[in-house]
């Protein structure tokens, strides 16, 4: 898999729109910058199925302290958080 | 490691088979290929070889049991002195009568009803259909508790007439229909919810979420942290009937459904209270994150002593939850409207009362700090 922060943010918008779906709400409109949690477009069980995704699909494990929003809070730093783990940032 | 001898089948028509002798005795060295006992049926005698070298560790079945096919008749073991296997499950089914003086039919409606031939009258020497029904008919106590402890015995449906194809259950479908099992037949469920004011909660949570730059909210966990709490203090919630006893549990398990996909799953967090509340909430976002992306350990799929439910996520105003085994207390957490939410339990009457209930409720409605 091929890991750039274009890739990376493409992929993780789609899994949201995904499951902002499962309870009526379209997150289309998704804003890199944007901080996820704080749109409402997804819950914390949302939340938790996109973790769940991301380190299933990206072979990482998340601790629990790292669940912040500074870390995660928003597309852009999903991607930024996964390429410096990967130690491509 | 102990090796068991199974009683074998001989012919296809027999689920059971007698055991007629056993040529070893407990303690005795024995070889591979040796000739250790003789089963049969109505129709044939076989020997029982030892499928290896060792000690035989016990004879769970003794000469003139009539005994499942596949259970075990006996346990073998390298050394004289291992432990035997709880083979309690695998323990003769019937009765040291002779098999030839039951009928066949009356052998499957002993077996229906989970009698031991032992107890039923015989006529003529025989015990026949009229015999078992005769002793039916004296003790319908045992009637019913029979038709009670063997839920859908008598009701096994047959297939739809409409086309269609049978799946086999995934284990956790298998999970969920013995869940609902034992909701149906043990508790006496009851089912009692509270309104409650949302502020405090939403206030409390959202203060921790952002002192700790938590990219999700700890609402739920904290309440149910509170509830961790509440089993606590008030270990009748901890609690399950055996055998019209209470059955008081010593840590608080708990349990907590999460939707995964198309897999509902009661993640379990063993000895919860030996946590502080920011540890608990850590453990507890740790399972769901791991049962959302289903990798619970066995150990986390089972043994809740009390629950939280949520369905907050569907806003639906209310459901009742089903309670997990051997459990009397399952909270239904449902979706609020106009700053008012809505708490709920289903719980098990047999263990708790109304009032304690509605104590129970009100205790988890606020923050203990507040």
New interface residues.
């Given amino acids: 898999m091929t890991l750039s922060r274009e890739s990376i943010e493409a992929a993780i918008k789609a899994k949201i729109v995904e499951i902002a779906a499962q309870t009526g709400d379209d997150a289309s409109e998704l804003e890199p910058d944007e901080i996820i949690p704080a749109t409402g477009l997804i819950d914390s069980t949302g939340l938790l199925d996109l973790l769940a995704w991301y380190e299933k699909t990206y072979e990482i494990s998340l601790a629990q302290d790292e669940l912040t929003i500074d870390n995660l809070g928003s597309l852009t730093r999903m991607a930024e958080f996964l390429l410096r783990r990967k130690g491509l940032l | 490691m102990a090796t068991p001898i199974h009683a074998p089948r001989i012919n296809n028509n027999d689920d059971e088979v007698k055991v007629l002798a056993f040529e070893v005795e407990k303690g005795s060295h024995v070889r591979s290929g040796q000739i250790v006992g003789q089963i049969e049926t109505d129709k044939a005698v076989l020997d029982i070889e030892s499928p290896v070298d060792g000690y035989v560790l016990s004879l769970v079945a003794q000469p003139d049991d009539l005994v499942k096919v596949g259970s075990v008749i006996a346990w073998l073991g390298e050394q004289a002195d291992e432990p035997v296997p709880d083979d309690s499950e695998m323990a003769p089914v019937a009765t040291s009568r002779d098999l030839g003086s039951i009928t066949a039919k009356a052998r499957l409606l002993l077996k229906k009803h989970g009698l031991s031939a032992d107890a039923v009258a015989t006529i003529n020497g025989r015990i026949t259909v009229e015999a078992v029904e005769r002793h039916l008919a004296a003790d319908t106590s045992r009637l019913a508790a029979s038709n009670r402890d063997a839920p859908g015995a008598d009701t096994r449906e047959t297939p739809p007439e409409i086309p269609g194809v049978m799946l086999s259950p995934s284990r956790e479908e298998r999970g969920m229909a013995a869940t609902v099992a034992w909701h149906r037949d043990h508790p006496a469920t009851g089912y009692i919810e509270i309104e409650y004011d949302l502020a405090p909660w939403a206030k409390y949570a959202k203060k921790m979420q952002d002192d ?6 700890p ?2 966990s904290l309440m149910t942290w509170r509830l961790v709490e509440v089993a606590t203090t008030s270990p009748r919630l901890n609690s399950t009937m055996i055998n019209d006893q209470r059955y008081q549990y010593a840590p608080v398990n708990l349990g907590f459904t ?3 996909g198309e897999t509902l799953f009661l993640a379990v967090l063993r000895d919860a209270a030996s946590l502080d509340e920011e540890a608990f909430v ?2 507890l ?2 399972l ?3 049962a ?2 289903h990798k619970l350990r066995e150990t986390e799929t089972s043994g809740a002593t009390v629950s939280f439910s949520s369905m ?4 639906v105003s209310r459901h009742i939850p089903i309670l997990p085994p051997q459990t009397s207390f399952i909270v239904a957490h449902a979706a609020g409207r106009d700053g008012k939410g809505v708490l709920g339990a289903t719980y098990d009457h047999r263990v708790l009362n109304g009032a304690q209930v509605v104590a129970a409720l009100k205790l988890l409605s606020r923050p203990a700090s507040d």
Avoid: C, H, V, Y
Wanted: proline share 0%; charged share 30%.
């Fill in positions: 700790k730059g938590w990219m999700m909210s609402l739920l999460i939707q995964a850590s453990a976002g740790d769901q994150r791991r959302a992306g907050e996520r569907w806003k």
